[in-house]
Protein backbone atom coordinates (compact mmCIF):
# COMPACT_ATOMS: atom_id res chain seq x y z
CA UNK A 1 0.00 0.00 0.00
CA UNK A 2 1.01 3.51 -0.91
CA UNK A 3 -0.23 6.76 0.13
CA UNK A 4 0.46 10.03 -1.88
CA UNK A 5 -0.29 13.50 -1.23
CA UNK A 6 1.07 16.19 -3.63
CA UNK A 7 2.15 19.56 -2.38
CA UNK A 8 3.40 23.15 -3.82
CA UNK A 9 0.23 23.76 -6.22
CA UNK A 10 -0.36 27.37 -6.49
CA UNK A 11 -1.28 30.39 -8.44
CA UNK A 12 1.80 31.61 -10.95
CA UNK A 13 1.94 34.58 -13.89
CA UNK A 14 2.45 33.01 -17.01
CA UNK A 15 6.34 32.38 -17.88
CA UNK A 16 6.97 31.68 -14.10
CA UNK A 17 8.15 28.47 -12.23
CA UNK A 18 6.73 26.43 -9.44
CA UNK A 19 7.95 22.84 -8.05
CA UNK A 20 5.46 20.45 -7.61
CA UNK A 21 6.59 17.61 -4.54
CA UNK A 22 4.97 14.47 -3.89
CA UNK A 23 5.31 12.25 -0.42
CA UNK A 24 4.89 8.78 -0.47
CA UNK A 25 4.06 6.84 2.00
CA UNK A 26 5.31 2.62 2.72
CA UNK A 27 8.85 1.03 2.59
CA UNK A 28 9.00 0.24 -1.43
CA UNK A 29 8.68 3.25 -2.55
CA UNK A 30 11.93 2.74 -5.05
CA UNK A 31 9.70 -0.37 -6.13
CA UNK A 32 7.67 1.71 -8.16
CA UNK A 33 7.22 4.04 -11.35
CA UNK A 34 6.42 7.66 -10.19
CA UNK A 35 4.40 9.70 -12.41
CA UNK A 36 2.17 12.75 -13.16
CA UNK A 37 -0.75 13.20 -14.29
CA UNK A 38 -3.08 16.44 -14.96
CA UNK A 39 -6.50 17.13 -15.51
CA UNK A 40 -7.37 20.60 -16.75
CA UNK A 41 -11.63 21.13 -16.33
CA UNK A 42 -13.31 19.65 -18.99
CA UNK A 43 -10.50 17.19 -20.29
CA UNK A 44 -9.23 14.05 -19.57
CA UNK A 45 -6.63 13.71 -17.10
CA UNK A 46 -3.03 13.85 -18.81
CA UNK A 47 0.17 12.08 -18.34
CA UNK A 48 2.95 14.69 -18.23
CA UNK A 49 6.10 12.16 -17.12
CA UNK A 50 6.82 9.34 -15.45
CA UNK A 51 10.49 8.13 -13.38
CA UNK A 52 11.77 4.96 -12.88
CA UNK A 53 12.16 3.49 -9.20
CA UNK A 54 15.79 4.44 -9.10
CA UNK A 55 15.48 7.64 -11.04
CA UNK A 56 17.94 6.60 -14.57
CA UNK A 57 15.00 6.49 -16.71
CA UNK A 58 12.07 9.45 -17.28
CA UNK A 59 9.71 9.74 -20.00
CA UNK A 60 7.77 12.77 -20.53
CA UNK A 61 4.63 13.43 -22.60
CA UNK A 62 6.00 15.07 -26.10
CA UNK A 63 4.48 18.64 -25.41
CA UNK A 64 6.36 19.50 -21.70
CA UNK A 65 9.45 17.53 -22.08
CA UNK A 66 11.17 20.89 -22.59
CA UNK A 67 9.64 22.58 -20.01
CA UNK A 68 9.21 19.83 -16.92
CA UNK A 69 11.52 17.70 -15.59
CA UNK A 70 10.75 14.72 -12.96
CA UNK A 71 13.12 13.75 -10.06
CA UNK A 72 12.86 11.65 -6.99
CA UNK A 73 14.92 11.03 -3.72
CA UNK A 74 14.18 7.89 -2.63
CA UNK A 75 15.64 8.34 0.85
CA UNK A 76 13.05 11.19 1.66
CA UNK A 77 10.11 8.94 -0.30
CA UNK A 78 9.72 11.91 -2.68
CA UNK A 79 9.28 12.85 -6.30
CA UNK A 80 9.20 16.58 -8.04
CA UNK A 81 7.71 17.86 -10.64
CA UNK A 82 9.62 20.84 -11.71
CA UNK A 83 7.43 23.66 -13.91
CA UNK A 84 9.18 26.31 -15.85
CA UNK A 85 8.05 28.66 -18.40
CA UNK A 86 4.34 27.84 -17.27
CA UNK A 87 1.60 28.66 -19.65
CA UNK A 88 -1.85 29.39 -19.14
CA UNK A 89 -2.68 26.06 -20.58
CA UNK A 90 -0.91 24.18 -17.73
CA UNK A 91 -3.34 24.81 -15.57
CA UNK A 92 -4.80 22.08 -14.31
CA UNK A 93 -5.02 19.75 -11.03
CA UNK A 94 -1.30 18.09 -10.74
CA UNK A 95 -1.84 14.04 -9.63
CA UNK A 96 0.97 11.95 -8.72
CA UNK A 97 0.62 8.26 -9.40
CA UNK A 98 2.66 4.92 -8.58
CA UNK A 99 2.47 1.75 -10.22
CA UNK A 100 5.27 -1.33 -11.15
CA UNK A 101 5.14 -0.58 -14.96
CA UNK A 102 6.49 2.61 -17.04
CA UNK A 103 3.29 3.48 -18.44
CA UNK A 104 1.54 6.35 -19.94
CA UNK A 105 -1.98 5.48 -19.39
CA UNK A 106 -3.81 6.08 -16.02
CA UNK A 107 -5.15 2.53 -15.57
CA UNK A 108 -1.59 1.17 -15.38
CA UNK A 109 -1.23 3.21 -12.15
CA UNK A 110 -2.56 1.94 -8.93
CA UNK A 111 -2.10 4.65 -6.38
CA UNK A 112 -2.70 8.28 -6.58
CA UNK A 113 -2.84 11.31 -4.55
CA UNK A 114 -6.20 13.63 -4.54
CA UNK A 115 -4.21 16.23 -6.40
CA UNK A 116 -2.88 19.92 -6.46
CA UNK A 117 -4.46 23.06 -7.94
CA UNK A 118 -1.74 24.93 -10.18
CA UNK A 119 -3.46 28.34 -12.11
CA UNK A 120 -1.63 30.08 -14.28
CA UNK A 121 -2.84 33.56 -15.16
CA UNK A 122 -1.85 36.23 -17.06
Known amino acids: QVQLVESGGGLVQAGGSLRLSCAAS????????MAWFRQAPGKEREFVGV????????NYAYSMNDRFTISRDNAKNMVYLQMNSLKIEDTAVYYC???????????????WGQGTQVTVSS
Open 97 to 111: AAGPRIATVRYEYDY
Open 51 to 58: ISGSGRSI
Open 26 to 33: GRTFSAYY
